[in-house]
């Protein structure tokens, strides 16, 4: 097999929807334009239901084979949400929207499963039930997690659910992915550093929450360098530091810290929650001080499943041949919260290439319409040879 040729007649038009809902980006759950034009799209394709709300402001839709005694039902995941930041393009369907910007792509993904969907709903060539999903507030809002509390995989019958990415750097027609963890857990924490305020020029008076604060900094890095199993990634980064006073003369009251922490197993993202709590207690008694500590876990471990993987594997290949598979990607620290459903079914999320683009999350980013035809004939393809119409499931 190769890219699917109806994919080159339906490219324009795809990449036109794209550029649409990169001109208007919606934050998080608040993306109502795009999850109607969702919802308007596959219904004017004739798939066979579309539910609107789950999870807020997400969008599914139910595509039904032209048989379907095998039983069988996947899922098939787009994100729809943009990020909060500027665009810096000056393209002609730059964002609208001040302060909002398709920086990661996710007007590509919907745009493609939208692709995908028209030609299913179209063909219908397998036996079984695709379900394709559209979810909002992926960029840190766990829409994810909130579709499958909302009875995604039940209400559906979901049995596995499949996701893919955009990457930068990756050549377009190229797929890269890896068994196991793919894409780390993400966890924030806060720290507030209590002291005694005072004049600058008589420390000895005040106990300095600065000082603490800088020793807990330096100290929190042992956690990744001395505490965690050195085969077993671990990133904790202090991003932001902010006193109560920004006087010069000024010894502050307060101190207050974030930043994130990262891990791919749950043994070592007990151990950086464990240990940075005893080193920030520690640290701040050791000067006098005292520290409020509050650890956030966020999303998980992105991990796939071994079977599904290696039947992405198979359909990318199919697609565009094994030597622009990637089978044995590198873990990502970045977070997905696909992980979610992953967590709910069994799965497989893949990244494709993006070729020579700007980073994600930069101002520069655009999503790279190439990549349409690839992406759109990975799902159609996934989905035929999960279902075979009349064949054996892969």
Known sequence: MAVVNRFAELAPAIADWRRDIHAHPEILFDTHRTSALVAEKLRGFGVDEVVEGIGRTGV?????????????????????????????????????????????????????????????????????????????????????????EDGLMDRFGIEQVFGLHNMPGLPVGDFALRPGPLMAASDTFTIVVTGRGGHGALPHATVD???????????????????????????????????????????????????????????????IERRMGEIVAGVAAAHGATARFVYERGY????????????????????????????????????????????????????????????????????????????CSYWVRLVEAAMPAGGTTG
């Not at 964002?95 to 993904?109: E, I, K, Q």
């Not at 199993?229 to 671990?234: G, I, Q, R, T, V």
């Not at 079977?307 to 997905?336: I, K, Q, S, W, Y």
Request: net charge negative.
């Open 60 to 148: 599914v839709g139910v595509i039904r084979g032209r048989a379907t005694g095998s039983g069988r039902v996947i899922g098939l995941r787009a994100d729809m949400d943009a990020l909060p930041m500027p665009e810096a393009t000056g393209l002609a369907h730059a964002s609208r929207t001040p302060g909002a910007m398709h920086a990661c792509g996710h007007d590509g993904h919907t745009a493609m499963l939208l692709g995908a969907a028209q030609y299913l709903a179209e063909t219908r060539n397998f036996d079984g039930t695709a379900v394709v999903i559209f979810q909002p507030a992926e960029e840190g809002g766990g829409g994810g997690r909130e579709m499958v």
């Open 209 to 271: 929450p600065v000082l603490a604060a800088a020793q807990i900094v330096t100290a929190l890095q042992q956690v990744a360098s001395r505490n965690a199993d050195p085969l077993k990634p671990a990133v904790l980064s202090v991003t932001s530091l902010r006193t109560s006073s920004n006087a010069s003369n000024v010894i502050p009251e307060e101190v207050e810290m974030v930043g994130t922490a990262r891990s791919l197993d749950d043994e070592t993202q007990d151990l």
């Open 300 to 375: 998980p471990v992105t991990a796939n499943a071994v079977a599904e993987t290696e039947f992405a594997a198979r359909v990318a290949a199919d697609v565009v041949g094994t030597a622009r598979v990637d089978t044995d990607a590198p873990a990502l620290m970045g977070a997905e919260d696909f992980s979610f459903m992953l967590k709910a079914r069994p799965g497989a999320f893949i990244f494709v290439g993006n070729g020579d683009s700007a980073g994600l999350h930069h101002p520069k980013y655009d999503f790279n319409d190439e990549v349409i035809p690839v992406g």
